[in-house]
């Protein structure tokens, strides 16, 4: 078996150990004899399983416990509807904040629901870096106002948390949930698609405050709506048992590597060997400013981007894999979530030094 460095967006590399446990729990879960997507969920063995995956995500994050902690469905494109449905509360507009593609779909689809004031944008500036918050424009009545923590296309990402005064912030973390500590209780609300730092694509993970939720849009689905969702365990569907369970082995492995603060202590030195090299060569550049370069996803192009081609081609000869930009900005893209090893890192930026030693 050889397993490649996946730098996939997501979904995106799980740690080793988890795959291999869970592996080892396929076809009988600890005595069970069932495989966990055999389980009912409404079963002992089911609710132990997610009783103990939101048991960790509360002790990883330290959430407060005035705040919910939902597993549901429908991914961060999901909430992007479902996030206006239930925190307008009476509100007629809330305020956002756009730092690139995703910011740009948060918007477009909450116009749907509520005007939306775009309070501060970077599009100007090829969406390069974070606007400072003194250049927000936001309103005090708006319902919340709304950042993307991480534009995972963009690789731009908040190395600081907004003051929005009594009104509730709400974050779309999907690309950096989980990959060092976040003081939740600055926030109304937190949403994520697993599949970049957590586990496979089909849960999405809302953590909110309990005195927002109940007033939802009457013509929310019940499925969505926060509420109803809270008061019955995350199951008034029939929730992603399987990919929950892999998220409780994911958070703890985090665990084991020693927590959030480790695991942002790794990825900090992780960035950095990438972004230090970028910082030595102008065969190969990132255009973000260096205070809001992502310690999780790494755009880079070549100044001569006939290589393009080249270059993707010898990564994959030497086993590293999806490092395509996104189609909308081209280049390459070095995704490095929480599972990536540190050798995945040093072994692109060898290949990089021999491919401009060689191509140079
Ligand atoms: C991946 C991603 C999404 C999309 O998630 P889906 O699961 O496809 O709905 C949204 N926002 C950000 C920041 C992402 O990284």
Excluded at 94 to 109: L, P, Q, V
Excluded at 282 to 287: R, V
Aim: proline fraction near 5%.
């Amino acid at each position: 078996m050889t397993r490649v460095f996946n730098f996939s967006a997501g979904p995106a590399t799980l740690p080793e150990s988890v795959l291999r446990q869970a592996a080892d729990e396929m076809l009988d879960w600890r005595g069970s004899g069932m495989s966990v997507m055999e389980m009912s969920h409404r079963g002992k063995e089911f609710i132990s399983i997610h009783a103990e995956a939101e048991s960790l995500l509360r002790e990883l994050l330290g959430v407060p416990a005035n705040y919910k902690v939902l597993f549901l469905q429908g991914g961060a494109i999901g909430e992007n509807a479902i996030v206006p449905m239930n925190m307008l509360r009476g509100r007629a507009s809330a305020d956002y904040i756009d730092t690139g593609e995703w910011s740009k779909k948060s918007i477009k689809e909450a116009k749907k629901y509520c005007k939306v004031n775009v309070a501060a944008s970077s599009e100007a500036g090829g969406y390069a870096s974070v606007p400072r918050q003194d250049t927000w424009k936001l309103d005090p009545d708006a319902a919340y106002v709304h950042i993307c923590s991480n534009e995972t296309i963009g690789g731009v990402e908040y190395h600081w948390t907004p003051d929005t005064g009594d009104v509730p912030l709400v974050a779309d973390m999907s690309s950096n949930f989980m990959s060092r500590p976040v003081d939740v209780g600055r926030y109304g609300l937190i949403y994520g698609g697993a599949q970049k730092n957590v586990g496979p694509a089909g849960v999405t993970m809302v953590i909110v405050r309990d005195d927002l939720i109940g007033q939802a849009l009457p013509i929310t689905p019940s499925a969505f709506d926060y509420k109803i969702q809270a008061d019955n365990d995350s199951m008034f569907n029939t929730p992603p048992t399987y990919t929950i369970y892999i998220a409780g082995l994911v958070f703890n492995w985090i665990k084991a590597q020693g927590g959030l603060k480790a695991m942002e202590a790794h990825n900090r030195k992780k960035a950095a060997v990438l972004y230090d090299h970028l910082e030595t060569t102008s065969f190969f550049y990132n255009p973000v400013a260096r205070e809001d370069r992502s310690l999780m996803n790494v755009p880079f192009k070549l100044r001569d981007e006939s290589l393009d081609e080249s270059f993707l081609k010898g990564a994959q000869a030497r086993g590293m894999v999806q490092l395509k930009g996104h189609r909308s900005v081209g280049g390459m893209r070095a995704s490095i979530y929480n599972a990536m090893p540190i050798e995945g890192v040093e072994a692109l930026v060898e290949y990089m030094k021999e491919f401009e030693v060689s191509h140079g």
